[in-house]
T-cell receptor, first 114, second 111 residues
Framework: NAGVTQTPKFRVLKTGQSMTLLCAQDMNHEYMYWYRQDPGMGLRLIHY???????AKGEVPDGYNVSRLKKQNFLLGLESAAPSQTSVYFCASSYYLGQKNIQYFGAGTRLSVL | SQQGEEDPQALSIQEGENATMNCSYKTSINNLQWYRQNSGRGLVHLILIRSNEREKHSGRLRVTLDTSKKSSSLLITASRAADTASYFCATVLTGANNLFFGTGTRLTVIP
């Protein structure tokens, strides 16, 4: 049982380049999330999904797109990377929303945009 | 922002001592959770306390919740070097589905 797996672990981009971060979970969780973590800011929700084929905006969605074509996968895309998107990105999943929303996290992707 | 705020931002103690960190939040919550993050790793859920609970224990962890003061505390007793990590509180707001994370407390336990 791998839990939540993120690829890649590290990436360096030039401004304007695009990339996709992949998140996979093997716990049959319905709900998945993408966060970014910046120094002194805690984790901020970018986008989330309440099921296959659905996505919704979180707290800081601008500059990112997501897709959930399969229940176990949640992709985060950056179409035109900017230095402000330098951050550590975490994917998480949960079995429930709301009152029982306990989340399981991947190990993170460290992204630098030059 | 609807995030919680942890206090202190950083805490350094000797092995065997107790560590206390606090979380304050701004609006009505459904539950409050604590997560641990080891350096370079993802967050791991530690404990959840519901809004109608005042205290909860799990092993060496004790969490209290005071909804009138909109605050929570996490106590780690008899700390170990392996407890060195960042600790985050996260709240589920009343009527909402998602978590809002605080800014974290970095705990260092000196052997």
């Amino acid at each position: 049982n791998a839990g939540v797996t993120q690829t890649p672990k590290f990436r360096v981009l030039k401004t304007g380049q695009s990339m996709t971060l992949l998140c996979a979970q093997d716990m049959n969780h319905e709900y998945m999330y993408w966060y970014r973590q910046d120094p002194g800011m805690g984790l901020r929700l970018i986008h989330y999904s309440v099921g296959e084929g659905t996505t919704a905006k979180g707290e800081v969605p601008d500059g990112y797109n997501v897709s959930r074509l399969k229940k176990q996968n949640f992709l985060l895309g950056l179409e035109s990377a900017a230095p402000s998107q330098t951050s550590v990105y975490f994917c998480a999943s949960s079995y429930y929303l709301g009152q029982k929303n306990i989340q399981y996290f991947g190990a993170g992707t460290r992204l630098s945009v030059l | 922002s609807q995030q919680g705020e942890e206090d202190p931002q950083a805490l350094s103690i000797q092995e065997g001592e107790n560590a206390t960190m606090n979380c304050s939040y701004k609006t009505s919550i459904n539950n409050l959770q604590w997560y641990r993050q080891n350096s370079g790793r993802g967050l791991v859920h530690l404990i959840l306390i519901r809004s109608n609970e005042r205290e909860k224990h799990s092993g060496r962890l004790r969490v209290t919740l005071d909804t009138s003061k909109k605050s929570s505390s996490l106590l780690i007793t008899a700390s170990r070097a392996a407890d060195t990590a960042s600790y985050f509180c996260a709240t589920v707001l009343t009527g909402a589905n998602n978590l809002f994370f605080g800014t974290g407390t970095r705990l260092t336990v000196i052997p």
